[in-house]
């Protein structure tokens, strides 16, 4: 059974830090494409980061050199370090893992983490 975990949401002041991170277990976590998006109420959910396989990391422009995602393939965990972070970072936090199961691919979610960024 797959299941994804995530933890380290709450509320941060402006110019903040938070530290999330992604519990995976049930699937090879090493052979899996991983992502954070974050949704707010009303609003389509946005890829905040990505890292594949290998490691390779992909930000939009919106967090771009203040998030940061990681892999961890030993503990079968990702985390997203975000810094300096705004108000308009509020939202429910996700992370994803995708994968191939023989000609089958598959996608699963974490139930999401709030984060508020709030005076």
């Known amino acids: 059974q797959v299941q994804l975990v995530e933890s380290g949401g709450g509320l941060v002041q402006p110019g903040g830090s938070l530290r999330l991170s992604c519990a995976a277990s049930?699937?090879?976590?090493?052979?899996?494409?991983l992502s954070w998006y974050r949704q707010v109420p009303g609003k389509e959910r946005e890829l905040v980061a990505d890292?594949?396989?290998?490691?390779?990391?992909n930000y939009p422009d919106s967090v771009k050199g203040r998030f940061s995602i990681s892999r961890d393939n030993f503990r079968n965990a990702m985390s997203l370090q975000m810094n300096t972070l705004k108000p308009e970072d509020t939202a429910v936090y996700y992370c994803?893992?995708?994968?191939?199961?023989?000609?089958?691919?598959?996608?699963?979610w974490g139930q999401g983490t709030q984060v508020t960024v709030s005076s």
């Open positions: 994803n893992a995708r994968f191939a199961l023989g000609p089958v691919k598959k996608e699963y």
């Open positions: 049930g699937f090879r976590f090493s052979s899996a494409a």
């Open positions: 890292i594949s396989i290998s490691g390779a990391t």
